[in-house]
């Protein structure tokens, strides 16, 4: 059972009804997020241990209705000890979340999935999307299942196969010159009517509680005992987000004893508006104007929806953002597949040399634990490496 409550604003902390379809706050313009009746009382009893999905979470999931839950197989994902990788660095325990390995190839399945559930729930049908390519092929896959309408816009250098992937699965790609941001703005051209339910990053609400699920799934594949830093490729923000959101859940719910976790965000140098606010102390960022072209598309975001999200959950946790070039992140590609035997995404890459330059500079101490998260699957970035 769902202990899906409410709606809440994330600047007013206002609150909206359930059974509504909402996408943002309407007065702020800021992301709403899913509220559950939590206390100390609800065991982890409450966990599918029969489920080897993101649905083993289901109780603290806004998706009620058994029959709209569109699985193909999201969530569990291994969560791997780099022996070598913590010997080489001399640090206590290094971990990958290797959400590769998702339906899709990318742990966007988990965001996508979520919504596409709810909004069959909540009665509809017709979604669009401005993507960097792992978003849209999960759109295009979970609105196959469920008999639905995807519209797809993606930026001009956004790798071949992720178009191939969406049209496979029956979806409609558009694809506009510039970033995901000129992407999105297309988007909302075509969409002036409001026809199609707008799931771009944070504009609702649930995409969040999917990604939340890597959070859960750390914990327990880490016996409840979080690690000391989480590193993160930021973009839009959601999984950074969603696992520090998953993280407060499970503290009220007791699951947790405490959260000593510092989350890390890592960008690239060509494109760094988390980095560049966290620089200068802001609690939002500004427009990245210009980005430059970079083999890590799912970081390639200007401006995100939940960037105060973003600012909010670094100074929380008393975290940290950084940026890494494009040759590090090549660099970092061969370096780790050698050791861990582990072909990378360029997003996974960009936390890997993130990880060593905190291992350099003394953030990251010999004793800690950490947990590197690599997003996606490299086979659909091949054009870039060439
Ligand atoms: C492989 C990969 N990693 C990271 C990101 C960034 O994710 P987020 O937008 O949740 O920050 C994306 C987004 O497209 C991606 O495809
Ligand atoms: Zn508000």
Redesign the pocket.
Known sequence: MSLYSHLECTHCNKHFDKNQINNYCPECLQPLVAKYLLNPNISKSVILTGRYDMWRYSAVLPVENESCKITLGEGWTPLLDLQKTSAAFDVNRVLMKEEGLNPTG???ARGIGMAVSKAKELGIRSFCIP?????GSALAAYVAVSDGEAHIYMPEATPRVFQLDCEVMGARVTKVKGSIRDAGLAMAKDNVDGQWWDIT?LKEPFRLEG?KTMGYEIAEQMNWKLPDVIMY????????IGIWKAFQEMLIMGWVEHIPTRMVAVQTKVCNPVVRAFESGMDHCDLYENPGETIA???R?PKAFGDRLIMRTIKESNGFALDVTEEEMILGIYEFGRREGMFL?P?GAAVYIGFKKLTHSGYIKPSDTVVLIN??SPYKYVDNME
């Open positions: 990318s742990f966007k993507t960097a390519g792992n978003a990053t990604k490729p930021t973009g839009g923000g959601t999984g950074l598309n799912g970081l975001v995404s997003e997003t996606g």
